[in-house]
């Protein structure tokens, strides 16, 4: 007997439960024009994210790290939010336990107007104190600022974003939350490498817990092997084939409801 699609095993799966928790990286943000950490477009000038994400680098230069934010932050803002996040929005109105666990710090999820977002690396669009005299969102600009780096209202020390560095700790009540998340029916990641720690360890969680896992991704990722099912391709059209088979699904079973 031939093996059940994969699309259609997972969509069946979808149209009878109501727990999902997805995990998105910067691969869901890519069809919005949103450069990829990593990818050739990550690249600013002659630096690599890697060397300007840092709170070593703010210390040393926070000048710097602030231009490449300003620029990261207006190419954001001409962006639109794509099929990806369209999808995902509709599924955290649709399943009653919906949780959305997102790397991505561009804001394009709320846009589309997703529900029950936890933002795991923080936003581009909020600030805060430097020196840690307070955590308030004081920024939320889509133009270039006109003075770098901000200025703290308080107590006059520069202002840094409000994202998860390299070599910072995830805020420890939203890691705590999407620890919890895991524990559903089934559990997505899209469009992230499976290599950022401790992310990363969500999927082998929920597993671990009874949930099925799914990978969408263009290629195959480090979590391949590691997930219930794997979907290749661009997001945006897995995640439409999908969506649209469990909705074909959802209608069979009220019209035979109807009968």
């Given at each position: 007997?031939?093996?059940?699609?994969?699309?259609?095993?997972?969509?069946?799966?979808?149209a009878?439960?109501?727990?999902?928790?997805?995990?998105?990286?910067?691969?869901?943000?890519?069809?919005?024009?949103?450069?990829?950490?990593?990818?050739?477009?990550?690249?600013?000038?002659?630096?690599?994210?890697?060397?300007?994400?840092?709170?070593?680098?703010?210390?040393?230069?926070?000048?710097?790290?602030?231009?490449?934010?300003?620029?990261?932050?207006?190419?954001?803002?001409?962006?639109?939010?794509?099929?990806?996040h369209?999808?995902?929005?509709?599924?955290?109105?649709?399943?009653?336990?919906?949780?959305?666990?997102?790397?991505?710090?561009?804001?394009?999820?709320?846009r589309?107007?997703?529900?029950?977002?936890l933002?795991?690396?923080?936003?581009?669009?909020?600030?805060?104190?430097?020196?840690?005299?307070?955590?308030?969102?004081?920024?939320?600009?889509?133009?270039?600022?006109?003075?770098?780096?901000?200025?703290?209202?308080?107590?006059?020390?520069?202002?840094?974003?409000?994202?998860?560095?390299?070599?910072?700790?995830?805020?420890?009540?939203?890691?705590?939350?999407?620890?919890?998340?895991?524990l559903?029916?089934?559990?997505?990641?899209i469009?992230?490498?499976?290599?950022?720690?401790?992310?990363?360890?969500?999927?082998?969680?929920?597993?671990?817990?009874?949930?099925?896992?799914?990978?969408?991704?263009?290629?195959?990722?480090?979590?391949?092997?590691?997930?219930?099912?794997?979907?290749?391709?661009?997001?945006?059209?897995?995640?439409?084939?999908?969506?649209?088979?469990?909705?074909?699904?959802?209608?069979?079973?009220?019209?035979?409801?109807?009968?």
């Amino acid at each position: 007997m031939p093996s059940l699609d994969p699309t259609l095993r997972v969509a069946r799966r979808l149209a009878e439960i109501e727990r999902v928790t997805v995990l998105t990286g910067a691969g869901v943000s890519a069809a919005s024009g949103v450069p990829t950490f990593r990818g050739r477009d990550g690249l600013w000038r002659t630096f690599r994210p890697e060397e300007l994400a840092t709170p070593h680098a703010f210390a040393r230069d926070p000048r710097l790290v602030w231009e490449w934010y300003d620029w990261r932050r207006q190419r954001i803002a001409a962006c639109s939010p794509n099929r990806v996040h369209e999808v995902l929005a509709e599924w955290s109105r649709r399943y009653p336990r919906f949780r959305l666990i997102t790397q991505n710090v561009d804001g394009l999820h709320e846009r589309a107007g997703t529900q029950h977002v936890l933002r795991y690396h923080g936003s581009i669009w909020d600030v805060r104190c430097a020196g840690g005299c307070a955590r308030d969102a004081w920024l939320d600009v889509r133009v270039p600022l006109p003075d770098l780096p901000p200025r703290c209202p308080r107590c006059d020390g520069p202002l840094r974003p409000d994202v998860v560095w390299f070599g910072e700790p995830v805020d420890p009540r939203v890691a705590a939350l999407a620890r919890d998340a895991t524990l559903c029916d089934v559990f997505f990641t899209i469009g992230t490498s499976a290599v950022v720690y401790p992310a990363a360890g969500l999927a082998h969680e929920a597993r671990a817990r009874g949930a099925m896992t799914v990978e969408i991704n263009p290629e195959p990722t480090e979590a391949t092997a590691l997930v219930d099912v794997a979907l290749q391709g661009p997001a945006e059209d897995v995640l439409d084939a999908l969506d649209r088979a469990v909705c074909k699904i959802a209608g069979s079973s009220s019209a035979r409801g109807a009968s």
